[in-house]
T-cell receptor, first 111, second 116 residues
Framework: DAKTTQPPSMDCAEGRAANLPCNHS???????VYWYRQIHSQGPQYIIH???NNETNEMASLIITEDRKSSTLILPHATLRDTAVYYC????????????FGKGTLLTVNP | GAVVSQHPSWVICKSGTSVKIECRSL??????MFWYRQFPKQSLMLMAT?????????EQGVEKDKFLINHASLTLSTLTVTSAHPEDSSFYIC????????????FGDGTRLSIL
């Protein structure tokens, strides 16, 4: 699976959009980009995933560049409860494949 | 949405005892489940892949005789930490997926294991 690079930490003001970047320059054609987050002392929570098109659900939007070498997770209106470690993971499709977690980005939403 | 249940959420026991952790997929069948371990301020590390009806596949450096995995049905996998010692204290997390297309894996809420 391709390696990902994320900033170690970011801050965001409550109510503002949080934009979390991820670099995956070695991604291959059949690999998806998955985003999870982990709130302290809980299991990771699935947020969103995509292959090459932008995706949106009730939690977030995922913007993937045309060359697929990077992506951005957007939380449109961050709340204090969005404070968590966010993981960007690249993996071949199919949930029977293991996930390799990097260090992620600690997003702190400030009041 | 898909739900994975993990039990117990917290265990405290004496050194030398064995501890069993259960992972259940509540609303889908999971042919494959995964077990992770997370130490404080570190990321999740995959320990093993649990396959229904067959032996688990362990990651390098994980002792298969110490961390026994059983995947007896399509909705249940168990991890038994045998003869646990203080260094086995950690946060253990399972995940499962339906295996359909690009559908994601879903995680349990984890088990905090403390060995005294």
């Amino acid at each position: 699976d391709a390696k990902t690079t994320q900033p170690p930490s970011m801050d965001c003001a409550e109510g503002r959009a949080a934009n979390l970047p991820c670099n995956h320059s070695t991604i291959s054609g059949n690999e998806y980009v998955y985003w999870y987050r982990q709130i302290h002392s809980q299991g990771p929570q699935y947020i969103i995933h995509g292959l090459k098109n932008n995706e949106t659900n009730e939690m977030a939007s995922l913007i993937i560049t045309e060359d697929r070498k990077s992506s951005t997770l957007i939380l449109p209106h961050a709340t204090l409860r969005d404070t968590a470690v966010y993981y960007c993971i690249v993996r071949s499709g199919g949930s029977n494949y293991k996930l390799t977690f990097g260090k992620g980005t600690l997003l702190t939403v400030n009041p | 949405g898909a739900v994975v249940s993990q039990h117990p959420s917290w265990v405290i026991c004496k050194s030398g005892t064995s501890v069993k952790i259960e992972c259940r997929s509540l609303d889908f069948q999971a042919t494959t489940m995964f077990w992770y371990r997370q130490f404080p301020k570190q990321s999740l590390m995959l320990m093993a892949t649990s396959n229904e009806g067959s032996k688990a596949t362990y990651e390098q450096g994980v002792e298969k005789d110490k961390f026994l995995i059983n995947h007896a049905s399509l909705t249940l996998s168990t991890l038994t930490v045998t003869s646990a010692h203080p260094e086995d204290s950690s946060f253990y997390i399972c995940s499962a997926g339906s295996g359909q297309g690009s559908q994601p894996q879903h995680f349990g809420d984890g088990t905090r294991l403390s060995i005294l």
